[in-house]
């Protein structure tokens, strides 16, 4: 398991923090602001990225006013207003970060060797959190960071796909899915809390995954996403324990 300490005092590496929040958000309308245990959804993600000890910069990039004005009671960075041509659905998120780094750059801030990339929708992600990831990419020279909980029940020998007809495909082969479960590898499940991304990474081959991808195992509870409205519901609990 990783270990925060486990990074070398003299390892120094220029990290900008990044929190993506767009406006028109489809599945809960105005999600990104909406109140959650007496503060802003983005308000628990922007206090973190903001005491992050790791970041150099901690910035929200967002098209809409309201989130802005959100993120900056955070303590985050609000630079500019995101072009809408990288505010749509179909907007990916590397697309976001390059503009970022250039709009930085040309501003004479330059020179980003990571980007520790937070979401509005993990209020349960934390400053530790954050310093945990960047110090795992700097001590393994990761391209990719990300966070992932344990599979446990869910694991991959008992899943398959059904055709229309309903016949079933499954996805591993008959000798792994009759291994004793003691005997099953590990699996672990990809969620969003932190990424950190090389910045080589990002610019070279357009994607924040690279070729050599590590992972900061978290508890399942704290890789909370807030896609729909029972997803508040379980952050409200989580939060006020």
């Known amino acids: 398991m990783w ?5 070398a005092a003299d390892v120094e590496k220029k990290v900008l923090g990044l929190l993506p929040a767009r406006g028109g958000s ?6 990104n602001v909406r109140p959650l245990n007496g503060r802003p959804l983005i308000g628990w993600a922007g206090e973190a990225l903001s005491a992050s000890s790791s970041v150099r910069r901690a910035i ?5 006013d ?9 303590g985050l960075e609000v630079p500019w207003i995101r ?18 780094l250039d709009a930085l750059a040309r501003e004479g801030d330059s020179d980003y060797d990571y980007v520790a990339l937070v979401q509005a929708t993990s209020p349960t992600v934390t400053a530790g959190d954050i310093d945990a990831a960047v110090a795992m990419a700097i001590a393994k020279q990761a391209d990719t960071v990300v966070t992932g909980f344990h599979a446990g029940q869910r694991h991959p020998a008992t899943m398959f796909s059904l055709s ?14 009759m291994s004793r479960r003691q005997d099953l590898p590990d699996y672990f499940i990809r969620t969003g809390l932190v990424y950190v ?23 399942e509870e704290r890789a909370l996403t807030i896609d729909e409205e029972r997803d508040f519901q379980m952050a409200e609990f989580l939060l006020r324990r």
């Open 3 to 7: 270990h925060l300490e486990s990074l």
């Open 26 to 31: 489809r599945g809960i309308p105005g999600k």
């Open 60 to 64: 929200c990039s967002t098209d809409d």
């Open 66 to 74: 309201e989130i802005a004005r959100a993120a900056a009671a955070s």
């Open 83 to 100: 072009p809408a041509e990288i505010s749509q659905d179909t907007s990916l998120v590397v697309d976001v970060i390059l503009h970022a």
């Open 164 to 177: 229309a007809d309903d016949e079933v495909t499954w996805l591993l082969d008959a000798e792994q899915r």
């Open 197 to 219: 991304i090389s910045t080589e990474t990002l610019i070279q081959r357009r994607s924040i995954y690279g070729e050599r991808i590590f992972c900061l195992v978290v508890s």
